[in-house]
């Protein structure tokens, strides 16, 4: 591959369907191959030993987060505005995000730099979720070819999952079940502002804002599937709220 045809391919969007897209090439071996198991892999090797070294060096932690989570909002940011730009949402307010991972793109940095402690048992725990599920649906290996905002929605997703551990393992916030509800009345807020996108804002495009319309799981069908959203919320839920109580019992 000549050089300026790769540049072309990572950097760039190209015409095609509904609007520009980026390139594909529909060759990768999807999920759950080499790839996507390494970048699981890395993801927990990485949030159990940042864990554990950012529990003895709160800050160090605080400086490295927010580095992090100032290159997520500010990719994001760019990323979003030039796909309003070139057409790829179409009316370009699409741009604004309804998706929850999208949303907790914008949100977990303005919650690490603004020290909103009344957010951060919902951002946290949600944000782990959001995170751990594309990690595990592994959607963005069906390309050989991984272009530059392929590798930045695995570095978003990623950083979903490490930043909440890191600030977490650092002690500069506690969750528990006590203050679980907030989780609880966090994904309803999401829910409405994706369903406002739905039924709203762009109800004649047919959008599937946080998948509320129609069946996105590999199981289930579109009579069925709510049931499932809310099984595996309560999977998460139950998973993250009954390993933190471990773990904070378990001796340093």
């Known amino acids: 591959m000549m050089f300026w045809t790769w540049v072309e391919r990572f950097f760039s969007y190209f015409p ?33 030993l940042g864990g554990r070294f950012f529990a003895k060096r709160p800050e160090t932690e605080r400086r490295i987060v927010l580095i992090l989570t100032a290159e997520l909002f500010l990719f994001r940011f760019a990323h979003q505005t030039y796909r309003a730009i070139v ?19 914008f949100l977990l ?9 009344k957010l951060k048992t919902a951002v946290y725990t949600l944000s782990i979720m959001g995170g751990v599920i594309t990690l595990i649906l592994g959607d963005y290996f069906e390309s050989q070819f991984m272009n530059l905002f392929t590798w930045e929605g695995m570095w978003a997703h990623t950083l979903l999952i490490w930043v909440p551990i890191f600030e977490l393992s650092a002690g500069r916030h506690k969750i528990d079940f ?11 807020v999401l829910m409405g502002w994706a369903s406002l996108a739905n039924h709203v804002f762009y109800k004649d ?30 999977v998460f839920f139950f998973a993250i709220y009954g390993l933190n109580a471990l773990l904070r019992k378990k001796p340093a």
């Open 16 to 48: 095609g369907g509904i609007g520009p897209g980026t390139y594909a090439d529909d060759l990768g071996e999807g999920a759950f191959g080499w790839r996507h198991l390494l970048w699981i892999a890395v993801v927990i090797a990485v949030a159990v």
């Open 87 to 105: 057409g790829a949402e179409n009316p370009w307010t699409q741009a604004f995000p309804f998706h929850m991972c999208t949303v907790l793109t």
């Open 109 to 117: 940095p303005l919650t690490v730099w603004f020290d909103w402690k």
């Open 178 to 188: 006590a203050t679980s509800w907030q989780t609880i009345a966090g994904i309803l």
């Open 205 to 234: 495009l047919d959008p599937n804002y946080m998948y509320l319309m129609e069946n996105e799981l590999p199981f289930g069908n579109d009579q069925n599937f709510f049931f499932f959203y809310v099984l595996i919320f309560l």
